[in-house]
């Protein structure tokens, strides 16, 4: 909790707020964490909620009785704020997308439960969609349901994509670690190229790949980060969520690969930083 309200209110950058009330999604935040670092920031929140292919004309209560829920959310969750409410009609993620994109929000806070039918998954297409898509930071949760995370040091992971610029991850990471006075760790998992099976991969080659990576690291950690640490796995894409859990992150920074999103699932909350600015990185 503590180190949620540190991490954000170090982003000076957010302004604007957007909290979508996705009716397939469970929307389960801490309110009272919201509130603070609403407070913090002076920054505006809008809760929006979105009205899947409405009929046409448009009935009154198509948009009136979503309104009026969302206005109950906000007089009663959040009593003391001015806040937004927004009913829109489309498609959910496209809706929360195109928001961000009209300069609605500076962070989207997401669930990313998703319960569809009798099959249930991680990261439901509304999630999935705006973590690939929106232009500004998401945090990702993933519900209240979860245990409570054990007392533990705080530490932040940095998800290392060597396939793409990955400094302004790493530049987000730091921020986030010394604002929270934890230790930063990037980890980065080596598999075979070109999607060879980890089993027959040659050792000579492994250990060449392995020592490569560690250079561009260590490189990047250096000129960014000094002090962090780096952990580097050789084998297939799974052994990044084994990673994160021996290394009991408070935080995950990624970029906007889903992968690597679902790799901290049910471990730890994940900022992930827009492609947009990792495109435009140094």
């Known amino acids: 909790m503590a180190a949620w309200l540190l991490l954000l ?46 009929r046409w004309p448009r009935r009154p209560h198509e948009t009136g009785r979503p309104l009026e829920e969302l206005r109950h959310i906000a007089r009663t969750r959040f009593p003391e704020m001015a806040v937004t409410s927004r009913v829109e009609s489309g498609q959910p993620a496209e809706e929360i997308v195109r928001h961000v994109q009209d300069g609605g929000a500076d962070l989207v806070v997401m669930a990313a439960r998703h319960s569809s039918g009798l099959r249930r998954s991680a990261v439901g297409h509304v999630a999935s969609k705006v973590v690939n898509e929106a232009p500004c930071a998401v945090w990702l949760h993933w519900g209240r349901h979860l245990a409570p995370a054990p007392a533990r040091a705080h530490g932040v992971c940095c998800v290392a994509d060597l396939n793409q610029p990955f400094e302004d991850v790493l530049h987000e990471a730091a921020e986030i670690a010394d604002a929270i006075g934890a230790t930063l760790t990037i980890i980065h998992v080596v598999s075979p190229a070109h999607g060879g099976y980890p089993a027959l991969w040659d050792r000579g080659e492994r250990r060449r790949a392995v020592r490569n990576a560690a250079a561009q690291l260590d490189a990047a ?40 999103v679902l ?20």
Do not use: D, Q, Y
């Open 221 to 260: 950690r250096r000129e960014i980060a000094p002090t962090a640490g780096i952990a580097i796995e050789a084998g297939p894409p799974a052994l990044l969520s084994r990673t994160i859990r021996n290394l009991e992150p408070e935080f995950l920074v990624s970029g906007p690969r889903l992968e690597h």
């Open 263 to 282: 790799a901290a699932e049910s471990l730890c909350p994940v900022w992930r930083v827009p492609a947009r600015r990792i495109a435009t990185a140094p």
């Open 9 to 54: 209110e170090t982003m000076p950058r957010i302004r604007r707020v957007l909290l979508p009330i996705v009716p397939a999604a469970s929307w389960e935040i801490e309110t009272a964490s919201l509130k603070s670092i609403l407070n913090h920031w002076g920054a505006e929140l809008t809760l929006l909620h979105v009205v899947e292919n409405p």
